[in-house]
């Protein structure tokens, strides 16, 4: 099992800027991609970014292009997506995921473990 808790969220206005964080602890062997999710009410989940072990591979959702950064720390089995310029089309719930095989990495379904997510709303 891998245990996945995300920090960061909150509100701000748009053009501001947020720092999500999350930190994973278990079997973190399995946390080969990183990667985060979003999703807004009445919206299925959607990519947003993912990192390999390496750091050398982060498709982005076109979305956030230029906007967002992810990143990781492996020493502390920790993601990071710094989040600037924001819209207020960028409002939902977070979600960070891990899993064991860089393949798919923009897909639900290559993500074995889940955080429970958080809420970042930008006000226009």
């Known amino acids: 099992q891998v245990q996945l808790v995300e920090s960061g969220g909150g509100s701000v206005q748009a053009g501001g800027s947020l720092r999500l964080s999350c930190a994973a602890s278990g079997r973190t062997f399995s946390t080969l991609i990183m990667a985060w999710f979003r999703q807004a009410p009445g919206k299925q989940r959607e990519f947003v970014a993912a990192?390999?072990?390496?750091?050398?591979?982060?498709p982005y959702a076109d979305s956030v292009k230029g906007r967002f950064t992810i990143s990781r720390d492996n020493a502390k089995n920790t993601v990071y997506l710094q989040m600037n310029s924001l819209k207020a089309e960028d409002t939902a719930v977070y979600y960070c995921?891990?899993?064991?095989?860089?393949?798919?990495?923009?897909?639900?379904?290559?993500?074995?473990?889940w955080g429970q997510g958080t809420q970042v709303t930008v006000s226009s």
């Open positions: 995921a891990v899993g064991p095989v860089a393949f798919r990495m923009a897909q639900t379904t290559s993500y074995a473990y």
């Open positions: 990192i390999n072990w390496s750091g050398d591979n982060t």
